[in-house]
């Protein structure tokens, strides 16, 4: 533990004052001041209530993890950090996410005037909700490569708003939806098979897949549109041709006189809805650069009548984070706080998934990705492994990542661990 909070040390060092380089690191009498005031009693203190019986395990979205939850942000709130979280004209310090169980409830395609069956001409995967029928003009597309759309694009073929045909390949469903949305297509139509056989051996196989609801986050947007599968005599109709013209010789371009209806209709369940606990620290000079701490504060709950109580994982890395931040908010309030903002965040649904990392990366980040400097994530500072027991030295830490994206971070720890450990 001790090692683990000197390298945040570091870090905050460079944050606070001008080292001319990381390479001449010197032991820092005000870094050391501030980082001091850790003490492993306040740690204790703040642990024996996070892990107790009371917060029930902290299972994501049950009532001990928003008591855990209410804990830290009052915290956050007594330090006088600034709560980030647009919550309708008022700012908070938790950043709400949800889980649900979403299903197909009815998905429609009509040519003409003929609807035609689900399961039977078309299914859809990785949908989102289309709940209004929608008109779209219909394209072919080749085989829905690279090179078909750069055809296209050289014919002066618009795909804007339009359902694009093209026969299933190596290429990825999903890949072929990127390249036509790229160019403006509203959705991708994929044909299976050279056959109705070929079709319904291929829905067999996948029923138990397309029937099947999936747990996702709720999303701010739904990021893709739905992606179509057809029959082969199915998509012939589509694009207005004989079946035995829709081969691999077919004009790409080939564009059907009626349109298809199409209509994707979901319906979700609430599985939990949960909350990462936030609190930001405005820097000086470099306040637009973001230093993010985490650890994640929720654990596995109750099971059979016993607490799992999870002090170690992670109660004493969100306990860690709470020091953290009390030790910067006395350092700031003595006039050396740090140059870049630093965000005290800690994250639930880690145990069933990491998804409030998830959630506030790939939905909904309140600071910008690309600003961030860097997260230091603490989890399981609480527990000493068999080989340190055996050698009565606490005075460790295992460090994960600090030399995959950065090419200075590893250099700076190892610095930081010889200037400020003996
Ligand atoms: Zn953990």
Redesign the pocket.
């Known amino acids: 533990m001790t090692k683990h909070l000197l390298l945040l040390v570091g870090v905050w060092g460079l944050s606070l004052f001008s080292h001319p380089a990381w390479a001449q690191l010197a032991a820092d009498a005000i870094a050391r001041k501030y980082a001091e005031t850790i003490q492993e009693s306040d740690l204790k203190k703040h642990l024996f209530i996070i892990a107790a019986d009371s917060m029930e395990g902290r299972y994501t979205g049950s009532q001990g993890q928003k008591k855990a939850a209410k804990y830290i942000a009052n915290h956050f709130e007594q330090l006088g950090l600034t709560p980030p979280v647009a919550d309708g004209n008022a700012k908070s310090y938790f950043q709400p996410f949800q889980m649900v169980e979403r299903r197909i409830d009815n998905a429609t395609m009509s040519i003409g005037n003929e609807a035609k069956t689900f399961l039977k001409d078309f299914y859809v995967l990785n949908y989102s909700a289309m709940n209004t029928p929608t008109s779209l003009p219909v394209v072919f597309a080749g085989q829905g490569e690279a090179q078909d759309f750069a055809e296209l694009q050289a014919q002066g073929v618009s795909l804007q708003g339009k359902a694009v045909v093209c026969f299933k390949s190596k290429t990825t469903a999903d890949e072929k939806a990127k390249q036509a949305r790229r160019l403006g297509a509203q959705t991708l139509i994929i044909i299976i098979g050279n056959s109705q056989k070929e079709f319904d051996e291929d829905v067999s196989f996948n029923a138990y897949y397309i029937k099947k609801a999936t747990k996702q986050l709720v999303q701010k947007t739904p990021p893709e549109q739905s992606i179509f599968f057809v029959s082969h005599p199915t998509a012939a109709q589509l694009l207005g041709i004989e079946a035995s013209n829709l081969t691999e010789k077919l004009t790409i371009g080939t564009s059907a006189a009626a349109p298809v209806e199409l209509s994707v209709n979901i319906q979700d369940k609430l599985i939990w809805s949960s909350e990462n606990v936030v609190g930001l620290m405005e820097g000086t000079d470099k306040k637009d650069e973001y230093v993010i701490i985490t650890a ?1 504060y929720d654990h596995v709950g109750i099971t059979n009548g016993v607490v799992y109580n999870g002090a170690d ?2 109660g004493s ?1 969100t306990v860690s984070v709470l020091e953290i931040a009390e030790a910067f908010a006395q350092a700031k309030a003595e006039g050396n706080g740090p140059r870049r903002s630093v965000v005290f965040m800690t994250v639930a649904g ?2 069933i998934g990491l998804f409030g990392s998830q959630f506030y990366t790939d939905v909904e980040p309140i600071f910008p990705l690309e600003n961030t400097v860097v997260d230091l994530n603490i ?2 500072v609480g527990r000493i492994d068999d080989k340190y027991k055996k050698l009565n030295n606490p005075n460790y830490i295992y460090l994960i990542g600090s030399d995959k994206l950065s090419s200075t971070l590893h250099q700076l720890s190892e610095e930081v661990n010889q200037t400020y450990t003996t």
Do not use: A, V
């Open positions: 994640h994982d992670d890395g880690e145990e989890d399981m």
